[in-house]
C-alpha cells in the first residue's frame, strides 16, 4: 500500500453485548490524501471513528498515528497530536459565540492554565494572533458575518461549516469528518465538497465517512467500505464501486439506505 | 401591624453576614453549575469542612489564620476525593455522590468516635477571638434608624462583603478568560471540548476545588459570625438555598449570586416579618412556610426564568438539550 | 417543635446555636437480687437519639449511673442494648428497652427508669453470632423497604433522565396517607392500600402536571434535577406545616412481643414487613420481565429512541411509571413507618440510601435498584456490629464509591456507548 500511512488500525474489535459492531484487521489512511469511508447504515463507521478518536475504548487492537502507538492514548491528548474529529450530529457549543467556538480551538493556549489566565498581560498577545486566525478561517467558510451570532442560533449547514472551521483552528494533520455532507442540502454540499478538496491540496490528510456513495466517488483518492463491523473492500473510488462485495452490501439494504 | 418590624429587618438581613455568605457558596455553584455545568449538590459539604477545619485548628491551640488556611486546605482535599471518582462519569453521578458525601460529613461530626476533635452535637464556639481582637472599628453603633449594627457587626460584614467582592473579581478574570472559555465549553458539550484538544477531567476538577474553596469561605465566614460550628447547621437544605440563590441572581453572570444572595434574604425576611405581623403566626409554621416558598420559588425560577433577574432569556434556553 | 425551631433559626440566620446548659438526661440501673436488695449493673449501654440519629451514648459505670448531656430542650429517645445486660438478667417488661417520647426541658438534668428482673429468655442472651443473625435480618428488612423505594427511582432515570429528588417525597406521601387513614380506625393493611393509591396518585400529577410538560418543553435534565429539589423541598414543608413536626405511630402494632426463631430475635410485624416487600419485589421483577407493559418499560429504558420507532406508546409507558414506582415509593414509607415512626421528613432520611441502591445496581435498572437496595441495606445494618450506627450511612457511601471507581456502570449495568 501507500509508503507513509498516517494511520495504521490493526486487530480492532469492538462488541456492543453480544453484537460485534467493529471488527476490522487491518486499515492504513494514506498521507495527503481524501480516504472515504463508505458503508450501508449500521456498519460500524461511527463506532470506529469513534474508537480510533479515543470517544470510546476496543475490545481489543491497536492503532498507529504518525508512527507512534495511540492506542491508549486520550481523545483530547489525540487532538493535540493533530488527529482531530467532528461529529455526525454537529456538537456546536450553543450558549457560546461564533467567535467563541473558534478561539476555544486553538492548541496550547497559555491562558488556559488556571494560574495564567489571572494575568490577561500573559495571554493577550497569543489571544490577538488566535482572533486573526479566526477571522480568516470564518471568511473562508462565508461564516464571517455570524461572528458574533450564538452558535446555537445557526442553521444546520452553517453549523456543519462551523464546526469544520473550528477543527481547522486546531491545526491537524489528520482532519477526520463524521458525515459531513448528512442533513445539508445540496447547494451547500457542493461548497463542502470543495472546502474539503481545497483541505487536501493544502497538504492535510482526511478521512471521512458518508454512506451514500456518489457523494464520495468525485472527490475521494481512497474509498474504504465497511459492512457489520467489518472492511469489505478497499481501493481506489473505481474499484470499490465495481467490487461484488460492495454492490451486494449496498443493493441488499438500498431500500432502507436514505439518500 | 408595624410596617418597621416588617422592613428593617429585611433590610438588615439583606446586607447581613448570612447574605454575604450565601453569596459566596453561590459564586462557588456559579463556577460549578453556573459555567462549567457540575451539578454539585453537596455545597453544604465544602461549608462544613471549611467551618470545621477553621474550629478545629483553633481549638487544638492554632492560630485562627493558620484555621482559616486548614479550612481551604480540607476544600481542596474534599473536591479532589469528590471529583476524582466522579468527574469522568455521568454527571448524574455527581450530583448523588455530592449530596450524600455532605450529609456524610454532617453525621461524622456528631459521631461520639470524632467528638475528641468535633465535641459531638454540641460543637465548638468561641474560637474566632483573634478576628474580633483586631477589629478596628472604634466601638458605638453604626448606621441609619434602625438599620444599625455594633461594631462587631459591621467588622464582619465588612470583612464577609470585602470577601465577596475579591471571589467576584477572581471569578471575573477567571471567566474572561480562555481558561473560562474552556469551562464553558464543558458546559455546552464536553464531547466537543474533548475533540478540541481539552483535557476536561482536569478543568472539571479544577473547577470543583475552586468553587468548593469559594463555598468553604462561605463556612467560615459564617462560623466566625457566630463564633459556632454545630453538625445541624450543615443541612441539605443550606446547598438547595444557595441554588435558589444561583438561580435568582442568573446563572453564568459574574454577580448573579451577590445579587440573588440580596434578593433572596430580603424576601425570605419580608415573608417572615409579614407572616408574624400581618398573620399572628407562630415560629414553627413560619419556617415552614418560608421554607416552602423557597421550594416553590426555586421551581418556578427554573421553569419561568432560569436566566435570573439579570440574564437574557434566549441565552438560557438557547438550544437546551 | 421548639427544637425545630431552634433548627431552623440556626440554619436561616446563621444565628448562633443557643446552648442551654446543664440539660442531660440519665438514670441509675440496678436489679433486685434474691435478699431484695438493689445491685446496681455496670457496663450496660444505653443510646439517646433525636429524629433518628444518636446525640449520645453511655455507659452505666459501677453504681450503676449514667447520664448524656443533650445540646438543648426536646423529645429524645433513648434505649437500653439489652444484649449489653449480663446474663440472666433482663427488663422487666422487654417492649420498653426503647423509650421513645423523653421530654426534657432547658436546663433539666432528666431521669428515665428502665426496671430490671429476670431474664425472660434463653441464656445466650448476648451471644454475638445472635446480634449478628439480628443485624442480618434487620439488614434484610431494610434493605427490601429501600429497594421498593427505590425501584420507581431507578426506572424514572432509566426512561426520562431525570434524577428525581423529590422520589423521597412520594415515599413520605404513602405513609403519611396510610397514618391518616389509619387514625381514622381503618386497619393499617386497609390504610396501606390508600396510602399506596395516594402516592400512585401524586405520582400521577407530578408527571401529567409539571414533568411532562416540562420535558416537552425541551428543559435540560439538569434544570429538571434543580426543579424537582426544589419540588422536594416545596412538598415536605408542607407535610410539615400540615402533619406537624414530631414522629407519629401507626395505631397497629406499635408494641409487639419479640419471638425466636433459630438464632434470630425479631418482632413479628417485621416478619410480615420482610415477607410483603420481597413477595412485592418479586411480583415487580416478574412483572417487568414477563408483561407487555414491563417489556416496554425495559425496552424504553434501555433505548427510548428504538422503542418509540418500534411502535411503543413512549408516553404511556411513562405515566404507567411514574404511577407504579410512586406508588411502590409509597408502600416503602408505609413499610418504613411501620418499623420506625411517621414523620414529615422520614423519605429524605432514606434517599441516600435509595440513591446508593440505584448508583450501585447501575442507574436506570430495576433489578439493579432491588439488588442495590438489598446489598445497601445489609451493609448498612450489619456494619454496626462493628460500628456505631451513625456509620451506617458512611458504610453505604463507602460501597457506593468503591464500586463507581472499580464498575463505574454498577453491578447489573452495562458499559454505555459513547458518541
Redesign the interface.
Known amino acids: 500500500m501507500t509508503a507513509d500511512p498516517i494511520l495504521v488500525v490493526d486487530g480492532l474489535r469492538r462488541t456492543?453485548?453480544g453484537l460485534v459492531a467493529v471488527d476490522v484487521e487491518h486499515l492504513e489512511v494514506p498521507r495527503g490524501a481524501i480516504t472515504a469511508l463508505i458503508g450501508p447504515n449500521g456498519a460500524g463507521k461511527?463506532?470506529f471513528?469513534?474508537l480510533v478518536?479515543g470517544?470510546?475504548r476496543p475490545d481489543a487492537g491497536t492503532w498507529r498515528f504518525n508512527g507512534r502507538d495511540v492506542s491508549h492514548t486520550?481523545?483530547?491528548?489525540l487532538?493535540?497530536l493533530g488527529m482531530?474529529?467532528?461529529?455526525q450530529l454537529t456538537?456546536?457549543?450553543?450558549?457560546?459565540t461564533v467567535l467563541?467556538n473558534m478561539?476555544?480551538?486553538a492548541?496550547n493556549?497559555?491562558?488556559?492554565?488556571?494560574l495564567?489566565?489571572?494575568v490577561?498581560s500573559v495571554?493577550r498577545p497569543e489571544?490577538a494572533a488566535n482572533l486573526e486566525r479566526a477571522r480568516e478561517l470564518l471568511a473562508r467558510f462565508g461564516l464571517d458575518a455570524k461572528r458574533d451570532d450564538?452558535a446555537?442560533?445557526m442553521s444546520g449547514g452553517q453549523r456543519k461549516l462551523l464546526e469544520m472551521a473550528?477543527?481547522l483552528?486546531?491545526e491537524p494533520t489528520l482532519l477526520m469528518l463524521d458525515e459531513p455532507m448528512a442533513g445539508v442540502n445540496p447547494a451547500l454540499t457542493e461548497s463542502l465538497l470543495g472546502h474539503v478538496t481545497a483541505l487536501r491540496d493544502e497538504g492535510r490528510t482526511i478521512l471521512f465517512v458518508e454512506h451514500d456513495m456518489d457523494v464520495v466517488m468525485s472527490i475521494s483518492d481512497r474509498v474504504v467500505c465497511m459492512a457489520q463491523g467489518r472492511v469489505i473492500a478497499q481501493g481506489t473510488p473505481d474499484q470499490v464501486a465495481n467490487d461484488d462485495a460492495v454492490i451486494e452490501a449496498y443493493l441488499g439494504r438500498s431500500h432502507e439506505a436514505p439518500a | 401591624m408595624d410596617l418597621g418590624n416588617i422592613v428593617f429587618p429585611a433590610i438588615r438581613a439583606a446586607i447581613g453576614v448570612p447574605a454575604a455568605a450565601y453569596a459566596l457558596a453561590a459564586l462557588g455553584l456559579n463556577v460549578h453549575f453556573g459555567y462549567t455545568g457540575l451539578s454539585n449538590f453537596g455545597q453544604v459539604g465544602f461549608m462544613l469542612v471549611g467551618a470545621y477545619g477553621t474550629a478545629i485548628t483553633v481549638d487544638n491551640g492554632g492560630p485562627l489564620w493558620l484555621g482559616v488556611l486548614v479550612g481551604i486546605g480540607a476544600a481542596v482535599i474534599l473536591g479532589l476525593l469528590l471529583g476524582l471518582p466522579t468527574l469522568r462519569l455521568r454527571a448524574d453521578y455527581l450530583a448523588i455522590v455530592t449530596i450524600a458525601t455532605a450529609e456524610i460529613l454532617r453525621l461524622l461530626t456528631r459521631t461520639q468516635r470524632l467528638s475528641g476533635l468535633t465535641k459531638g452535637v454540641f460543637g465548638i464556639q468561641r474560637f474566632a477571638n483573634d478576628f474580633y481582637r483586631i477589629n478596628p472599628i472604634p466601638d458605638g453603633r453604626y448606621g441609619i434608624g434602625q438599620v444599625s449594627f455594633s461594631a462587631r457587626n459591621l467588622w464582619v460584614i465588612l470583612v464577609g462583603w470585602g470577601l465577596v467582592a475579591l471571589v467576584s473579581l477572581l471569578t471575573f478574570l477567571l471567566v474572561r478568560s480562555p481558561w473560562g472559555r474552556v469551562l464553558k465549553s464543558i458546559r455546552e458539550d464536553e464531547d466537543a471540548a474533548r475533540s478540541l484538544g481539552k483535557s476536561v477531567f482536569t478543568y472539571k476538577l479544577q473547577s470543583l476545588v475552586l468553587g468548593g474553596v469559594f463555598g468553604a469561605l462561605a463556612g467560615i465566614l459564617l462560623a466566625i459570625d457566630t463564633q459556632s460550628v454545630n453538625p445541624d447547621t450543615y443541612l441539605a437544605v443550606v446547598t438547595f438555598f444557595a441554588y435558589t440563590v444561583l438561580v435568582l441572581g442568573g446563572p453564568a453572570k459574574v454577580l448573579g449570586p451577590v445579587l440573588g444572595s440580596v434578593v433572596f434574604w430580603l424576601l425570605l425576611q419580608l415573608t417572615d416579618g409579614i407572616l408574624r405581623e400581618g398573620f399572628n403566626m407562630s415560629g414553627g409554621d413560619v419556617g415552614a412556610i418560608r421554607f416552602a416558598l423557597v421550594g416553590l420559588g426555586l421551581m418556578l425560577l427554573m421553569i419561568f426564568r432560569p436566566q435570573g433577574i439579570i440574564g437574557t432569556r434566549e441565552g438560557a434556553v438557547l438550544d437546551d438539550r | 417543635m421548639l427544637g425545630l425551631t431552634v433548627l431552623l433559626v440556626a440554619v436561616l440566620g446563621g444565628v448562633a446555636h443557643a446552648q442551654e446548659s446543664g440539660t442531660s438526661v440519665g438514670g441509675t440501673i440496678f436489679r433486685v437480687d434474691d435478699a431484695g436488695d438493689r445491685q446496681p449493673v455496670a457496663g450496660v449501654q444505653l443510646t439517646v437519639r433525636q429524629g433518628g440519629t444518636d446525640v449520645g451514648r453511655a455507659e452505666t459505670s459501677e453504681d450503676g449511673t449514667w447520664r448524656v448531656e443533650l445540646p438543648g430542650a426536646g423529645t429524645y429517645q433513648v434505649e437500653l442494648d439489652t444484649k449489653s445486660l449480663p446474663a440472666g438478667v433482663g427488663l422487666r417488661d422487654p417492649d420498653r428497652a426503647r423509650l421513645d417520647n423523653v421530654e426534657v426541658l432547658g436546663g433539666q438534668q432528666k431521669n428515665v427508669l428502665f426496671p430490671l428482673g429476670k431474664a425472660a429468655s434463653k441464656a445466650t442472651l448476648g451471644d454475638r453470632f445472635d446480634r449478628f443473625a439480628d443485624l442480618t435480618a434487620n439488614g434484610l428488612k431494610v434493605g427490601a423497604i429501600v429497594a421498593l423505594a427505590a425501584v420507581g427511582l431507578s426506572l424514572i432515570f432509566g426512561i426520562t433522565g431525570l434524577v428525581n429528588f423529590a422520589h423521597s417525597e412520594l415515599v413520605t406521601f404513602g405513609a403519611l396517607v396510610a397514618w391518616e387513614f389509619n387514625s381514622l380506625g381503618l386497619p393499617l393493611l386497609v390504610a396501606a392500600l390508600f396510602g399506596m393509591a395516594g402516592g400512585a396518585l401524586l405520582g400521577f400529577a407530578l408527571e401529567r402536571g409539571l414533568f411532562g410538560p416540562l420535558r416537552r418543553r425541551r428543559m435540560s435534565t439538569t434544570a429538571l434535577m434543580v426543579v424537582s429539589i426544589g419540588l422536594s423541598q416545596l412538598l415536605r414543608n408542607l407535610y410539615l406545616l400540615f402533619f406537624g413536626g414530631s414522629p407519629r405511630r401507626f395505631e397497629d402494632y406499635a408494641i409487639q412481643q419479640s419471638v425466636q426463631i433459630g438464632p434470630i430475635t425479631i418482632l413479628p410485624k417485621d416478619i410480615v414487613i420482610i415477607v410483603i416487600s420481597l413477595s412485592v419485589l418479586l411480583a415487580v421483577g416478574w412483572l417487568l420481565k414477563s408483561t407487555r407493559t414491563g417489556t416496554a418499560m425495559r425496552a424504553v429504558a434501555d433505548n427510548r429512541d428504538l422503542a418509540e420507532s418500534s411502535g411503543i406508546d413512549v408516553q404511556r409507558i411513562i405515566l404507567i411509571t411514574w404511577v407504579s414506582g410512586a406508588a411502590l415509593a409509597g408502600l416503602g414509607g408505609i413499610l418504613y413507618g411501620t418499623t420506625q415512626t411517621v414523620s414529615f421528613d422520614m423519605g429524605f432520611t432514606i434517599l441516600l440510601a435509595m440513591f446508593a441502591a440505584v448508583v450501585l445496581g447501575g442507574l436506570g435498572s430495576a433489578y439493579g435498584a432491588m439488588v442495590g437496595g438489598l446489598v445497601i441495606g445489609m451493609a448498612g445494618e450489619i456494619s454496626t456490629y462493628w460500628l456505631e450506627t451513625e456509620f451506617k450511612y458512611v458504610t453505604a457511601l463507602g460501597v457506593l464509591i468503591v464500586v463507581l471507581l472499580v464498575r463505574p456502570q454498577g453491578i447489573l449495568g452495562i458499559r454505555e456507548r459513547v458518541g
Do not use: C, H, I, Y
Open positions: 456492543f453485548g461511527t463506532t471513528f469513534n478518536t470517544f470510546d486520550s481523545a483530547p491528548k487532538a493535540r482531530v474529529r467532528t461529529f456538537k456546536v457549543l450553543p450558549r457560546m467563541e478561539l476555544l480551538a492548541s493556549q497559555r491562558g488556559e492554565r488556571f495564567a489566565a489571572l490577561p495571554w489571544e450564538w446555537g442560533s473550528r477543527a483552528m486546531v
